[in-house]
């Protein structure tokens, strides 16, 4: 890369930071802890996923899923420096948490992140009732959306709308536990980052069979191939089948989400 479009930190975060990881993918319960990853870069058209980092998210993949050379599913963040201190400045948990919790693997500099901000109990409830006022009810018209198009036999439409509740189902919890949730439309990337924060979100998708998880990878790649390949095929049966789980998954959203809203509630109430 060109001088000064390089990153400049990598810091390992999340449960292996923590030291708190799951390593069971051969039990019933199935859930094995990724590592999650933020590169910090000093160039803002870096964090363009798409155009820079495409190439390493589908290498990760392959490396894991099919070469079988790591062991251990590698998901990664991409944010500017100034992307990293805002947010602690305006005390969004996650990044307090990186700050906090956060292991630096790589840097090429020695710049600190910014000490954090927090929110007042005020604030902090204010943004998080908002996020939960403005995605949860966004998820779920999206669900009746997909609920009339499979009425209605547009199985590929009805993909597409299942893609859309689960999506911002996840940047709802995230949205409301953490105040950050990542610019992406990977549901595998969105679900292990909602899955750190309760594990009642782990139970929500079947890991049990092959076939299980081929659907939830099917109503991954809804996203793109269920508006653009003719080659997409999704049948009534496997639409059925994710709607079960969809409503699972938004029960436990809003019970997570209900459940943060009173403990911030309870601290507001506390200092008064």
């Not at 007042?120 to 204010?126: G, M």
């Not at 669900?143 to 940047?171: M, P, S």
């Not at 979100?201 to 076939?211: A, E, F």
């Not at 659907?215 to 049966?237: G, M, N, P």
Request: net charge neutral; glycine share 6%.
């Amino acid at each position: 890369m060109e001088k000064g479009r390089s990153h400049s930190k990598v810091i390992l975060y999340g449960s292996y930071a923590r030291g708190t990881w799951v390593d069971e993918p051969h039990t019933a319960k199935g859930y094995q802890s990724d590592y999650d990853l933020l590169v910090i870069v000093n160039d803002s058209r870096l964090t363009d996923r798409v155009k820079y980092w495409a190439k390493l998210d589908e290498r990760l993949m392959r490396e894991y899923g099919v070469a079988k050379t790591l062991n251990t599913p590698v998901n990664f963040i991409v944010h500017t420096l100034q992307e990293v201190n805002d947010g602690l400045a305006h005390g969004r948990y996650f990044f307090m948490d990186v700050k906090q919790d956060g292991v630096a693997l790589y840097q090429s500099d020695d710049t600190e992140l910014h000490t954090p901000k927090p929110k007042t109990p005020e604030q902090a409830l204010a943004m998080a009732q908002e996020y939960f006022d403005e995605w949860f009810p966004a998820a779920m018209k999206r669900f009746g959306g997909a609920k009339y198009y499979l009425e209605q036999g547009h199985l590929k439409d009805a993909a597409f709308d299942t893609h859309q509740t689960v999506e911002r189902l996840y940047h709802c919890v995230l949205l409301v536990c953490t105040f950050y949730t990542p610019h992406v439309h990977n549901l595998g990337f969105l679900r292990t980052q909602a899955e750190r924060i309760d594990a009642r979100l782990t139970y929500v998708w079947p890991r049990d069979t092959k076939k299980d998880r081929a659907r939830f990878e099917k109503l991954k790649e809804a996203y793109v191939k269920a508006r653009y390949s003719k080659h997409y095929r999704i049948t009534k049966d496997e639409l059925d089948w994710l709607g079960e789980q969809v409503e699972e998954l938004g029960r436990v959203v809003h019970e997570v989400c209900t459940e943060r809203l009173g403990k911030l509630k309870a601290e507001l109430d506390a200092t008064g």
